[in-house]
């Protein structure tokens, strides 16, 4: 008869490799660092210095990248201070996206509305340090860090599904609607998140396969 896989502390058991916990979830929070180091290296290349909005795609790609560091340090050893920096990195990385949503579909990059641009930096950055101080000072609390995430994130489907929506309505062009395609694609992955089954082999849980899910929008938001 088979043992049931039982969860301890909230947390599978894992088969390490090479002294690391989470031997996948490191791996493909990897491929999620290339994809932005990538993208980073085509923006750079392709999109002259001189262009307004380059310094928040390449923003974007800061962001990824330290955040995948955290993510692969945590997987690797999860210590309390390894999984407070994975969090704090991935929430900033969110806060990011919901930061330059608005900047890149309004265009508030624009010198007309420089007043806009500075009230929206000082409300992410308030709401971000809130969301710091809330966790750190106040509780450490999952539930709340999720549904900050996850709050983050619709705003930011809902912003990029209705720009998609309107810009292929009028273009009638697919590349139009690629923005709300990668919104549906993370939905997608968001939902492995979700489904929390005890790993394959030991080593392959649903939190690795919502890493790997996020490489090929990564990959393809660059474009
Ligand atoms: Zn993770």
Same mark, same amino acid.
């Given at each position: 008869m088979m043992n049931p896989v039982v969860q301890f502390h909230g947390k599978w058991p894992f088969h390490r490799f090479l002294g690391m916990q989470e031997p996948f979830s490191v791996l493909f929070s990897l491929f999620n660092y290339l994809a932005h180091q990538h993208g980073m290296a085509k923006v750079r290349e392709a999109?002259?210095?001189?262009?307004?909005?380059r310094p928040y795609y390449l923003g974007f790609g800061y962001f990824g990248l330290v955040s995948w560091v955290f993510s692969m340090i945590f997987h690797a050893r999860d210590f309390n201070i390894t999984e407070k920096l994975d969090y704090y990195a991935a929430g900033a990385s969110v806060f990011y996206g919901l930061y330059y949503t608005p900047i890149r579909v309004f265009r508030l990059e624009q010198p007309k509305k420089e007043k806009l641009l500075n009230v929206w930096t000082w409300t992410c950055l308030a709401l971000y340090t809130a969301h710091v101080s809330y966790l750190t000072f106040w509780r450490w609390d999952y539930t709340y860090n999720m549904a900050a995430n996850v709050a983050a994130g619709i705003f930011q489907n809902t912003v990029w599904s209705w720009f998609s929506i309107t810009r292929y309505r009028k273009m009638h062009k697919i590349w139009a609607a690629w923005p709300g395609l990668i919104v549906a694609w993370i939905i997608l992955a968001m939902s492995f998140e979700l489904l #929390?089954?005890?790993?394959?082999?030991?080593?392959? #849980?649903a939190h690795s396969l919502w890493h790997l899910g996020t490489v090929l929008p990564t990959y393809w938001w660059y474009k």
């Open positions: 999109i002259p210095a001189s262009y307004s909005l #929390d089954f005890p790993p394959i082999g030991g080593m392959i #849980d």
